[in-house]
């Protein structure tokens, strides 16, 4: 499920829910809190990474699965 955006977030989004390789895609939390790049951070100059991985987070949300949304909301620096 996709809801709004553009054709790259679509893209990202739906990625990451069928590969399930979210992490390795968008990244990830260290255990010091800092974020660990992904696979988009190569488009960085071009994209604001964390605009998209709040819309994964969204997506994922509205698929149910709180766990991952939560995650990425917080990866994101989303409150929600």
Partial sequence: IFLGG??????????????QKVDVILGQMSKTGDRVPGLIDKFASEIDVY?????????????????????LYILSGVSS
């Fill in 6 to 19: 553009n054709i790259f977030e679509a893209c990202v989004s739906r990625m990451c829910f069928i590969s």
């Fill in 51 to 71: 605009q998209i991985i709040a819309r994964v987070a969204s997506d994922f949300d509205s698929c149910g699965d709180s766990l991952t949304a939560c995650r």
